[in-house]
C-alpha cells in the first residue's frame, strides 16, 4: 500500500515501528518476541502457556515473573487423623469468643467472611516440622481461619457486624465424599446459607493465603513488618466488572495509606480455577489472600489491622452514599 500510496507509506515511517523483516520471520517461526523476553519462558517451561492469570494492577514488584501460587491440594487422610481419633480444635482464648460474647448475639451482619480452603496454614504458627508443601492444618490456631478471626473482632471493634464462618471444610467435603475440587461448590452452599439467613449482607470476603515465600509475601512499612494482601476476581460471570471495581477500590485505598500492602489484582478464569469464587452473589464479594506460609502471628494481625482501617472507611462511605 505504501508503493502505491506514497502518502501512506510517509506516514508509517512517522507513526509505525516496522521491523526488520528478520524479526518478523523469527517470531513467527518461534513464536518469541524480541521485544519481550517473558514470551521465551511461555515455551520453555512446561504448562505455562497455558496459565491465564491476568494482572489487572500490580502491586509493587508483582509482574509475570512471580505471579500467585496456588496451595496444592492437601493430604486429607493426614488433616483428618486427629479429628477421627475425636480431637476437637478451637482457636485461643484471646481469639475466640464465647457464649456470653456480645459477638454471639449481634444480629444482622452486613459482613460475611468464610474460607473455601479453612486449611491453608502459616508455618511459623503449625507446632509440628512439616515441609512447605504440606503447610496444611485444621487447628484454627494455624490457619487462615485464624485470620479470618482476626477480621471479624476488629471489623466489630469498628461498629461493622460481621458473621465468621468457621466450618472445617477438609471434614465437609469428605462427609459429602467430596473433593478439594469442589471447595468452591461447597463454599457457596455456606454463602447461600448465610444470604438467606442474613438479608443485610452485602459484603462477603473468602479469606486464604498465598503458597510463595516470605520475601515475595512480606514488606516492611514504617518499621513495622505486614503480611502482603493481593486480590482475586473471576471472570467466568457477567457482572465481574462490578467485583473488579470494588477490589480496585479497596487496592488504592490501600496503596495510599500502607503503600506496598498490596500485591495487586489477579483477574482468573475457569481454565486455572473456579472462575466465578461466588462473587456473582454480590457486587461486592472478593477473594483476598493474606500472607504466605511463612508469615507469622504479628504480621498477619497488622495486615488485618491495615485492611479493617481502610474497609471501614469504604463501608461508612457506601453507607452515607445509599443513606441518599
Known amino acids: 500500500m505504501g508503493e502505491e500510496v506514497p502518502q501512506f507509506k510517509g506516514f508509517l515511517e512517522r507513526e509505525m515501528e516496522i521491523p526488520p ?19 521465551l519462558l511461555l515455551h520453555e517451561i512446561p504448562g505455562f502457556n497455558s496459565v491465564t492469570t491476568k494482572i489487572y494492577i500490580a502491586g509493587e514488584g508483582s509482574d509475570y515473573s512471580n505471579l500467585p501460587i496456588e496451595s496444592p491440594p492437601p493430604d486429607f487422610d ?23 460474647s456480645s459477638i454471639d448475639k449481634l444480629e444482622d451482619p452486613s459482613v ?13 504458627l503449625i507446632n509440628k516440622d512439616v515441609k512447605p508443601s504440606d503447610a496444611s492444618s485444621i487447628d484454627n490456631n494455624e490457619n487462615v481461619v485464624l485470620v479470618g478471626a482476626m477480621l471479624r473482632d476488629k ?15 477438609a471434614k465437609a467435603l469428605r462427609d459429602k465424599g467430596w473433593n478439594y475440587n469442589n471447595s468452591y461448590t461447597l463454599s457457596r452452599e455456606l454463602v447461600q446459607a448465610a444470604s ?15 503458597s510463595a515465600r516470605k520475601e515475595s509475601t512480606t514488606t516492611t512499612i514504617n518499621g513495622k513488618n505486614y503480611a502482603r494482601l493481593y486480590f482475586v476476581v473471576g471472570q467466568e460471570h457477567e457482572n465481574y466488572q462490578e467485583n473488579l471495581m470494588f477490589a480496585e ?15 495487586g489484582i489477579y483477574l482468573k478464569t475457569r ?14 464479594s472478593i477473594l483476598l489472600e493474606v500472607g504466605g506460609i511463612d508469615n507469622n502471628k504479628d504480621e498477619l494481625s497488622n495486615t488485618i489491622d491495615a485492611f479493617s482501617d481502610v474497609f471501614k472507611e469504604l463501608y461508612n462511605g457506601a453507607i452515607e452514599v445509599d443513606a441518599q
Open 21 to 39: 523483516i528478520s524479526e518478523v520471520v523469527f517470531e513467527a517461526i518461534t513464536g518469541v518476541k524480541t521485544n519481550n523476553l517473558s514470551t
Open 78 to 100: 493426614r488433616l483428618l487423623e486427629e479429628v477421627d481419633s475425636g480431637k476437637e480444635y478451637a482457636r485461643d482464648s484471646e481469639n475466640h469468643h464465647n457464649e456470653d
Open 112 to 124: 460475611f467472611i468464610y474460607h473455601s480452603h479453612s486449611w491453608e496454614g502459616y508455618l511459623p
Open 155 to 169: 471489623l466489630n471493634e469498628f461498629g461493622i457486624t460481621a458473621q465468621h464462618e468457621e466450618t472445617n471444610m
Open 196 to 210: 438467606s439467613q442474613s438479608q443485610n449482607i452485602s459484603y462477603y470476603i473468602d479469606i486464604h493465603r498465598d
Open 249 to 263: 477500590e479497596i487496592h488504592e485505598k490501600l496503596e495510599e495509606k500502607y503503600h506496598g500492602i498490596s500485591k
Open 271 to 284: 481454565a486455572e480455577g473456579n472462575g466465578v469464587y461466588n462473587q456473582d452473589i454480590s457486587s461486592r
